[in-house]
């Protein structure tokens, strides 16, 4: 059980254009996603937190016009990097709140903007 | 906030030997206590908690050792094997609606 899911797992986009990555909770309800950037060798970075029907809460630093999140329905986080730059290039992880305070984590969507 | 610390930031051990990886945090608030492996090109998966009124926790050739007076919690792997290389990462949290904080990672690697 507890299992996330990502879409796409790679994605290769062209600078100015906006990228759409879906997180999903398979066989749980979350009323909380998160949204974290990883560069490489390096910790995961909190973006966001999301939260079902409600608008997102956004780290310090982070631009919430050009990341924006959705969370539609128990199951479903999406985030959307908008017009996407060279330097928006990273990997994106999502998580969703189980219970007992524990997060799952998707796989991961690779993005390279060129 | 809470502020985690992970050492060592690289580990590299034989196969068959143990590793023990360290983190420290600085809220005593902290319950919560999660450790998560992350393999190559993959999201990081949740291998073993423990919680603040546990000291140890175990789960075949891994276990987790909490000392609350301390405030520091360590990840034991023993018997390890190849297949066991990947980052650790150890995570602190107030639990409920707090957002763990996550340590720097341990980078793992295993030698046949």
């Not at chain 1, 100015?16 to 990883?38: H, N, P």
């Not at chain 2, 930031?9 to 983190?23: F, H, M, N, P």
């Not at chain 2, 034991?76 to 094997?81: D, G, P, S």
Request: proline share 4%; glycine share 8%; aromatic share 10%.
């Amino acid at each position: 059980g507890a299992v996330v899911s990502q879409h796409p797992s790679r994605v290769i986009c062209k600078s100015g254009t906006s990228v759409k990555i879906e997180c999903r909770s398979l066989d749980f309800q979350a009323t909380t996603m998160f949204w974290y950037r990883q560069f490489p060798k390096q910790s995961l970075m909190l973006m966001a937190t999301s939260n079902e029907g409600s608008k997102a809460t956004y780290e310090q630093g982070v631009e919430k016009d050009k990341f924006l999140i959705n969370h539609a329905s128990l199951t479903l986080s999406t985030l959307t990097v908008t017009s996407a730059h060279p330097e928006d290039s990273s990997f994106y992880i999502c998580s969703a709140g189980g219970s007992a305070d524990t997060q799952y984590f998707g796989p991961g969507t690779r993005l390279t903007v060129l | 906030g809470e502020n985690v610390e992970q050492h060592p930031s690289t580990l590299s051990v034989q196969e068959g030997d143990s590793a023990v990886i360290k983190c420290t945090y600085s809220d005593s608030a902290s319950n919560y206590f999660p450790w998560y492996k992350q393999e190559l090109g993959k999201g990081p998966q949740l291998i073993i908690d423990i919680r603040s009124n546990v000291g140890e926790k175990k789960d075949q050739r891994i276990a987790v050792t909490l000392n609350k007076t301390a405030k520091h919690f360590s990840l034991h792997i023993t018997e390890t094997q190849p297949e066991d290389s990947a980052v650790y990462f150890c995570a602190a949290s107030k639990g409920g609606s707090y957002i763990p904080t996550f340590g720097r990672g341990t980078s793992l690697i295993v030698h046949p």
